[in-house]
């Protein structure tokens, strides 16, 4: 029977999913929602206020001057707390009270009625620290309305306001739920792996799982992957044959010029020979990658580190070791040791003095190799991580040498996930700081 398969959905089917998730919460939501902010409604409408004050006005303009009393004590009994006043009164009028925050300045300006004619002095206005609402009951009095409560709305824009934020909200939260799992949370692994590949193993490095978009992100990551690698074998497989093909005539070589009589000129042609025999191992030691295939294991650094203090002091190198007397980590050890070991050749080729100090920080161990050599310019110290790179510079001796010592050492590193930097020391010569996470 065959197994039914489900397509991923994409990012474009996800995204309408959400909108219409957070519809269904807003529309399930929304009743418990008005009758919590029911409660507003106690509060004066600007637009139904001025027109109720204003129809009390025409009340009182049209009823002779012994009955306004009369008026007023009836919209009284209604709620209404009215006065009159004469028309210069409306100087007195404020625009706003002295308490009033940058929202209710805001809402004085932009939450008023477009199609109602304002009131004497605005649609906020303050008289005697009380808010009121004044309008012209003829050109020489003015009916004034009394609120109990300064916050007065304009119900039409207000009203629906509390909605909107309850469906900006959802939607908001609904989005950041989304971002992080569908979006962010992949991309950070596909990031993290990345960071991470080793280009030596079988596996695929990349996660294909999550929606379309992501599975064919990281399909292509891992294609990619695997055209690198077939890339980089097929060079090594090149120079591999390449070398075992000039093994052969350099062995003649070899041969003949040990039957050349002259002494000088035999010493020079086996001189050369042995150069490029080293040229060859050393650019096949580069080629091999040995450092990304050793397995991660506790190791003693601080023992390793001795041990290659000790042997550069055994052939006659003034080196010193400078640290604990055991820093255990899981690192690369093999690996790390040949780093160390270059760092340290490097440095008592071209010096007379080299001091190998190991510290642990915070999650790091950082090995230092300082010496008091001639040091390389700073705007040369990029470029000597660069396989086959060398300096004409007082750190060649022109017999030995390859640039490849500081570009293995840069790769282990990498592979460790630490950093290397290149700095002056104090008073000359060179410091190598290596960085290397503890886990």
Request: charged share 25%.
């Amino acid at each position: 029977m065959k197994r039914l398969t489900i397509p991923r959905p994409t990012l474009q089917v996800q995204i309408i999913a959400v909108v219409l998730a957070g519809l269904f919460l807003f529309d399930t939501l929304e009743p418990a929602l008005d009758r919590w902010v029911g409660q507003s409604a106690v509060r004066p409408d600007l637009k139904q206020a001025v027109e109720r004050v204003r129809t009390l006005a025409d009340l009182v303009g049209h009823a002779p001057p012994e009955g306004r009393a009369a008026v007023l004590e009836m919209a009284g009994r209604a709620g209404w707390r009215l006065d009159l006043a004469a028309r210069a009164r409306a100087a007195d009028l404020a625009a706003g009270a002295p308490d009033d925050g940058m929202l209710d300045r805001l809402g004085a300006r932009l939450l008023v009625p477009d199609d109602v004619l304002a009131p004497v002095g605005g649609w906020r206005t303050f008289l005697d620290g009380r808010r009121v609402m004044a309008v012209e009951v003829d050109d020489r009095t003015l009916l004034i309305a009394d609120f109990a409560s300064p916050q007065m709305q304009l119900r039409e824009v207000t009203g629906p306001l509390p909605n909107y934020l309850l469906a900006l909200v959802i939607l908001c939260l609904l989005f950041a739920v989304f971002s992080g799992r569908v979006i962010t949370r992949p991309l950070r692994r596909i990031a993290t792996a990345a960071a991470e590949a080793d280009l030596s193993g079988e596996a695929e490095i990349f996660e294909e799982r999550g929606s379309t978009e992501i599975v064919t992100l990281a399909r292509a990551l891992n294609r990619m992957r695997r055209r690198i690698v077939t890339m980089v074998e097929s060079r090594t497989r090149m120079l591999r044959g390449i070398s075992h093909d000039l093994r052969t005539p350099l062995t003649r070589i070899r041969l003949r010029a040990d039957r050349v009589a002259d002494p000088d000129l035999r010493a020079a042609l086996l001189g050369d020979v042995r150069r490029l025999e080293a040229l060859l191992d050393e650019s096949l030691a580069y080629l091999r990658d040995d450092h990304a295939r050793e397995a991660v294991e506790r190791t003693d650094v601080a023992s390793t580190l001795q041990t290659i203090c000790s042997d550069f002091a055994d052939i006659g190198h003034d080196i010193r070791f400078h640290g604990p007397n055991r820093l255990v980590a899981r690192c690369r050890p093999l690996a790390l040791g040949r780093a160390v070991a270059n760092l340290c050749e490097n440095a008592t080729r071209f010096a007379s003095r080299t001091d190998l100090t190991l510290t642990a920080g915070d999650r790091v161990f950082v090995i230092e190799v300082a010496d008091n050599g001639p040091g390389i310019p700073e705007d040369q110290r990029a470029r000597v991580l660069d396989p086959f790179f060398k300096l004409d510079t007082a750190r060649q001796d022109g017999g030995t040498g390859f640039g490849l010592g500081l570009a293995i050492v840069a790769e282990i590193v990498q592979a460790h996930r630490g950093s290397l930097d290149l700095a002056d020391n104090t008073p000359q010569g060179l410091r190598v700081r290596v960085t290397v996470p503890v886990g």
